[in-house]
Nanobody, 127 residues
Framework: QVQLVESGGGLVQAGGSLRLSCAAS????????MGWFRQAPGKEREFVAA????????YYADSVKGRFTISRDNAKNTVYLQINSLNPEDTAVYYC????????????????????WGQGTQVTVSS
């Protein structure tokens, strides 16, 4: 059973930073894409960032490029999302996700490409 557990969210002032973590278990972590999505109240879940199995390729939504950094530590079975220069529009529940498919993914920015999801961690940015 694949399990994903996010942590690191919280309340932060605009301009601040957070590092989110997602700990994975239940299979060989290093063989799979990992993604981060977020969902703000009243809005659809949106893609934030993704990273390939060995960390050699990363992908970002245009809205977060230059402020967010995704990384992974395969020895720790953990993927991270460093979030800098936070603004109130970043307020959302942040989810990590991973597909069933080994090594690749059909469409990294599409939620339907991911099969396993964590419970989410709340990020709230005050102005």
């Amino acid at each position: 059973q694949v399990q994903l557990v996010e942590s690191g969210g919280g309340l932060v002032q605009a301009g601040g930073s957070l590092r989110l973590s997602c700990a994975a278990s239940g299979r060989t972590f290093s063989s799979y894409f990992m993604g981060w999505f977020r969902q703000a109240p009243g809005k659809e879940r949106e893609f934030v960032a993704a990273i390939n199995w060995n960390g050699g390729s990363t992908y970002y939504a245009d809205s977060v490029k230059g402020r967010f950094t995704i990384s992974r530590d395969n020895a720790k079975n953990t993927v991270y999302l460093q979030i800098n220069s936070l603004n109130p529009e970043d307020t959302a529940v942040y989810y990590c996700a991973t597909p069933r498919r080994l090594y690749s993914i059909s469409a990294y920015s599409t939620a339907g490409s991911y099969d396993y999801w964590g419970q989410g961690t709340q990020v709230t940015v005050s102005s």
